[in-house]
């Protein structure tokens, strides 16, 4: 019974902690989407506080700090969105698909979720 109860009480101080762990985006891919961001993003949008170019639309993108203020804004989300054509006979102004590589949507995903803390 001893052996249980200090189970539970691991699992109750350990389990938050590792969630937050999963939650955490890897550093790595933070840098790498920050940079293809830059590189990619930044043609349409202010991709980084950083960004060297201003973006060539007359009228730019929703800032990515702005797009990850937003209450509904999540990875998955965020995620499903940059996979699929929002630009189309009824809104031909919206943003083409991407058609990024699934590492380099992580990638963005764990940059810009890294900007809302």
């Given at each position: 019974?001893h052996?249980?109860a200090?189970?539970?009480?691991?699992?109750?101080?350990?389990?938050?902690?590792?969630?937050?762990?999963?939650?955490?985006?890897?550093?790595?891919?933070v840098?790498?989407?920050?940079?293809?961001?830059?590189?990619?993003?930044?043609?349409?949008?202010?991709?980084?506080?950083d960004?060297?170019?201003?973006?060539?639309?007359?009228?730019?993108?929703?800032?990515?700090a702005s797009i990850?203020?937003?209450?509904?804004?999540?990875?998955d989300?965020?995620?499903?969105f940059?996979?699929?054509?929002?630009?189309?006979l009824?809104?031909?102004?919206?943003m083409?698909?991407?058609?990024?590589?699934?590492?380099?949507?992580?990638?963005i995903?764990?940059y810009?979720?890294?900007?809302?803390?």
């Open positions: 019974m052996v249980l200090m189970t539970i009480i691991i699992c109750w101080l350990v389990g938050p902690a590792l969630a937050q762990q999963a939650q955490t985006p890897d550093a790595d891919d840098q790498k989407g920050h940079r293809l961001a830059v590189t990619l993003c930044g043609v349409c949008h202010v991709a980084a506080p960004q060297r170019f201003a973006p060539e639309l007359v009228s730019p993108a929703p800032s990515f990850v203020r937003r209450k509904e804004f999540n990875a989300s965020l995620m499903h940059m996979t699929t054509t929002h630009r189309g009824d809104n031909p102004a919206g083409p698909n991407p058609e990024l590589m699934d590492y380099q949507i992580k990638e995903v764990a810009m979720a890294s900007l809302r803390k």
